[in-house]
């Protein structure tokens, strides 16, 4: 649980600082569930400037809370929190100088989203939360007062976790959890994670990844794990001692996103996962009549394919029934029992630019184009980055600030590695499932 807060103050020399104004929103990795707002008396002048900069004056906190009025609130709704800020170790500051006058000792772990965007968000001209926010397409409202900063912190933070695939953030607040008995501890944990489509974590009581799973039900397939009487099971029974979960909206993106994080973390639970993901590829070549054959054959990864299949019958099946979408020949397409009266009767240029249109539409190969689908909320899409046919990445956007460029495009996008699988896992979704749509990157860059 994360404590995020922005504070305004009086400004002054160091360590006899004010706070004038505070606001705290308690975030649980994915929405907000309490939050504290209010402006604050400091019992002290403001400087000139801090009342240019924020609005704030001495006459709008005559009648404000002072701190000691406040302050049993911000332990209420920091208790068991980590305090998250943009400079944190400045808010942090503040806020335990001013419980110091009180004679409390107020002591809390905390996270620097500076520090945070300087690792995870490398080579950005600035990292102050306002050309952060611009630079992502964060809307932010009343900069420089504490709640709105606040609020646009809480979003910057939701991006740093997603781009977090190391889980390094997540593993700081698992160590948090007090510890519970088995019984007790899986249904609880079953209780936190949604019914929704996403990828979920299991951490042992270090805070370390000993489990990712991926489901279009989460919460389901959680029970099963916590249910299951197998020797796997049990063992990651008595181990786990936290959930964390990634609401991903699409089933593609957290296919995408589980491969990717079991090779980046190498959670012990997950050995089987780390196999391949294809054992069968479709090839290209031509016959002596100059006809471009088909051919599914087994996977040869220092070969050029045009896509990959999980098993040599299911890219004969799958090649069985697009042969009569595209009018491809049997006899071209290694379909065994031919018929001696299905073989083609077209010309080797009229074939084969029937061969090319199912090439072009099955493959990846050479493509520019962003996958659009559905996103962990209502207003939000996921985006899948393909370039020069490689998979680059991921990431959501909100439908309120549209892509409108591939700069913008390439900031929200959480890198992850190229691979074979990788593109297998995209190709043979888009064969079987449908997005909500496919952008070619010519179109994001040029709109008219």
């Given at each position: 649980?994360?404590?995020?807060l922005?504070?305004?103050?009086t400004g002054?020399?160091?360590n006899?600082?004010?706070?004038t104004?505070?606001a ?8 907000i ?5 209010s402006?604050v008396?400091p ?7 801090v009342?240019?900069l924020?609005?704030?004056n ?7 809370p002072k701190?000691y009025e ?5 332990i209420?709704?920091t208790?068991?929190?980590i305090i998250?800020a943009?400079n ?6 503040i806020?335990q100088?001013?419980f110091d006058?009180l004679?409390y000792?107020y002591q809390r772990?905390?996270?620097c989203?500076?520090?945070l965007?300087q690792e995870?968000?490398?080579d950005q001209?600035?990292?102050?939360l306002?050309?952060l926010?611009?630079?992502l ?5 009343d ?13 910057l933070f939701k991006?740093?976790l997603?781009?977090d695939t ?5 593993q700081?607040s ?8 088995l019984?007790t501890?899986?249904?609880d944990l079953?209780?936190e994670?949604?019914s929704?489509t996403g ?12 489990y990712?799973?991926?489901s279009?039900?989460?919460k389901k397939?959680v029970?099963?794990h916590f249910?299951s009487?197998?020797q796997k099971s049990?063992?990651i029974?008595?181990e ?14 957290a296919l995408l996103?589980e491969?990717?994080?079991v090779?980046?973390?190498k959670?012990?639970h997950?050995r089987g996962?780390?196999r391949?993901k294809?054992k ?14 088909l ?8 070969k050029a ?5 999980s098993?040599?019958?299911s890219g004969l099946?799958?090649l069985g029934r697009?042969?009569e ?9 290694g379909?065994?029992d031919?018929?001696e009266n299905?073989?083609c009767t077209?010309?080797p240029?009229v074939?084969n630019?029937?061969v090319?249109?199912?090439?072009n539409?099955?493959t ?7 996958i659009?689908d559905r996103?962990?909320?209502r207003?939000?899409?996921?985006a899948?980055?393909i370039?020069?046919?490689?998979f680059?990445?991921l ?9 409108t460029?591939l700069?913008?495009?390439?900031r929200?996008i959480t890198?992850m590695?190229d691979s074979q699988?990788?593109?297998?896992i995209?190709q043979s979704y888009?064969?079987?499932r449908k ?8 179109e ?5």
């Amino acid at each position: 649980m994360y404590a995020i807060l922005d504070l305004e103050t009086t400004g002054g020399k160091y360590n006899e600082e004010g706070i004038t104004e505070i606001a705290i929103y308690k975030f649980d990795g994915h929405e907000i569930v309490d939050q504290f707002i209010s402006l604050v008396n400091p019992e002290r002048p403001i400087q000139a400037f801090v009342v240019g900069l924020t609005g704030i004056n001495n006459q709008m906190l005559r009648n404000a809370p002072k701190f000691y009025e406040v302050a049993k609130r911000v332990i209420e709704i920091t208790t068991d929190c980590i305090i998250v800020a943009h400079n944190a170790q400045f808010d942090y500051r503040i806020l335990q100088l001013e419980f110091d006058r009180l004679g409390y000792d107020y002591q809390r772990k905390s996270l620097c989203t500076v520090e945070l965007a300087q690792e995870l968000l490398p080579d950005q001209q600035s990292y102050s939360l306002g050309k952060l926010a611009r630079n992502l397409g964060i809307p932010v409202t009343d900069r420089h007062r504490a709640n709105g900063d606040a609020l646009a912190t809480v979003k910057l933070f939701k991006i740093l976790l997603a781009k977090d695939t190391q889980k390094k953030i997540i593993q700081e607040s698992v160590k948090l959890n007090p510890k519970k008995q088995l019984d007790t501890k899986l249904r609880d944990l079953i209780e936190e994670i949604p019914s929704q489509t996403g990828v979920y974590y299991m951490h042992n009581a270090n805070g370390r990844v000993i489990y990712i799973g991926k489901s279009r039900n989460m919460k389901k397939q959680v029970n099963q794990h916590f249910t299951s009487d197998n020797q796997k099971s049990k063992r990651i029974q008595n181990e786990v001692e936290a959930l964390s979960y990634d609401e991903t909206g699409s089933e593609l993106v957290a296919l995408l996103k589980e491969h990717e994080e079991v090779k980046k973390i190498k959670p012990h639970h997950n050995r089987g996962a780390r196999r391949a993901k294809f054992k069968a590829q479709l090839a290209s070549f031509y016959d002596e009549q100059g006809y471009l054959n088909l051919q599914v054959e087994k996977a040869d990864r220092t070969k050029a394919c045009i896509t990959t299949f999980s098993t040599i019958p299911s890219g004969l099946a799958y090649l069985g029934r697009m042969a009569e979408q595209y009018e491809l020949s049997p006899d071209k397409i290694g379909l065994k029992d031919v018929d001696e009266n299905s073989s083609c009767t077209d010309s080797p240029e009229v074939y084969n630019a029937k061969v090319q249109d199912f090439i072009n539409a099955h493959t990846l190969v050479g493509k520019n184009q962003i996958i659009i689908d559905r996103g962990p909320s209502r207003d939000e899409r996921s985006a899948i980055l393909i370039e020069n046919g490689s998979f680059r990445g991921l990431g959501y956007y909100n439908l309120n600030h549209q892509i409108t460029n591939l700069d913008i495009l390439e900031r929200i996008i959480t890198a992850m590695k190229d691979s074979q699988d990788a593109r297998h896992i995209i190709q043979s979704y888009l064969r079987n499932r449908k997005v909500i749509k496919i952008i070619e990157l010519q179109e994001l860059n040029n709109p008219d």
